[in-house]
């Protein structure tokens, strides 16, 4: 089945998907090079050294493995410097944006559950993972977070991490309860983009 | 005097207050239900989540007693759906906020003495414990923090703290130093609601 | 060369610094006097902060020594009073707070280096020790962060922590490392005042 080598490699896809939204929104603010630079970095780790904070596993992943760090840098310089001949990413990338947040969400929960913590803070850790560093780009930027208002999002990934948790426990295989909690998020996540789901509003009037 | 079961009882009443206010503030913003679950927890049970990060205590209190995300959560919901038949809590609901003000402000300045913090350190944990929910909800609704610009608020807390740590110092019994402090702290908040008293603001011209 | 105590003296005086620009920000945006004093904490000690939480080593340096803390109480405090008479700090304040950025540099790419990170975990420790209290400064005053629209500031702290990992790894004395480093962003941080140097901003059109 699924090996620590595909995860790392589906890691890296969905790292450099997440690099790729947060250099966009910096471009379209109209930050400067650092400025792009740093809303991609942030948007692409900011989920899993959050988690690590919390976990208390700290340094956090990416300071014991720089290639996210690096990786999310290139992406977002790629972004700043070609963005105009880039457009025809613009597909791709909300599905590989989905690919990630499959990963991250798997990678979260399961990182939590090996911590020996319990079902809530086992999916927490996952969406987390998936959704905060969005938040914080969404905080930097100056608005409010994105997932706090629209589409279902982490929405996706709080199913995926209640079907990670159950599969867990009933003794699933742990590569095979990561390889269907993941698809389960990005079949979700892709439907919702083409159906333009969403989340119902709290009626005030 | 007060024992373990009657903090944990209290314990649990703020963060239930906590987690309301924050779900209204979601709900005002027009936010999903995502939204409004997310900014009522992060109200709820922020602050001690940042002050163990800070300590150095993690995982976070509520990692390890999940009833506070659980109750959170549970207050969240009941929020988002019927806020519109809650309207006879408002008032209450401020009473138990000071209530949770009080409280966690001796949680926080008590935790920081027992890891034998100085004086400083402990007053900012409790007054961290008690406000900085409420600041990162704001932040989340991209406003400036509520804290940093009105009313007696973090005020009765950092008085209350100073108070905590001089019976402390003094040699009181450290239950009834709860009591005192924290029934400080309710009687300050209770008055400032009722006198609407605000703290001075700097004159630029 | 330099030692110990120089480096905390300079410390100490970038701290002060750096809780002055975050007390002024909170007094033009109408804070109140609670508001200013958490504006120039966060500001003075917020990067180190996050860099201590970050590496993993808690309590944050503010924790162990409280001087920083009563500092940046007091900074703040007199800014919040004496604002008014203080319009003839203005430049010289622009001058300590580039010897802040440079020491600050400097201290966190040695700590990093210290704790066996790697090359980009040790500039972005440094960047973030001298930068990050400033964009808690601007998130809490609900504004994009100044570094990342605009000016040479960061950037000179990314070319100061290239510039202190090269010493570092050729082998060159600590002490002299530090001094060469945080001269570097010093007089880069200065020129760019004189010139009002900054960034290209991706086009947008």
Not at 155 to 177: D, H, K, P, Q, W
Request: glycine share 10%.
């Amino acid at each position: 089945m699924i090996n620590v080598n595909v995860l790392y490699f589906l890691d890296l896809l969905g790292t450099a998907a997440f690099a790729a939204s947060g250099a966009l929104a910096g471009v379209q603010r109209r930050m400067d090079l650092l400025g792009v630079v740093v809303l991609g970095l942030v948007t692409a780790v900011g989920g899993g050294t959050i988690r690590d904070v919390l976990l208390g596993t700290l340094p956090p992943f990416c300071f014991k493995d720089e290639n996210y760090l690096y990786l999310s840098i290139v992406v977002a310089l790629l972004i700043f410097y070609f963005h105009h001949s880039l457009d025809f990413l613009h597909r791709p990338l909300l599905y590989f944006d989905a690919l990630g947040l499959g990963t991250f969400l798997v990678i979260g929960t399961g990182k939590a559950l090996a911590y020996h913590h319990g079902f809530l803070v086992a999916v927490m850790m996952g969406v987390m993972t998936a959704t905060a560093g969005g938040v914080v780009r969404d905080v930097l930027s100056d608005q409010v977070p994105f997932i706090l208002q629209k589409e279902i999002y982490a929405t996706a990934c709080i199913f995926g991490g209640i079907l990670y948790y159950i599969l867990y426990r009933l003794g699933v295989n742990e590569s095979l309860t990561a390889v269907i909690a993941a698809l389960f998020v990005v079949i979700i996540r892709v439907i919702a983009i083409h159906r333009h789901w969403s989340l119902p509003v709290a009626k005030i009037d």
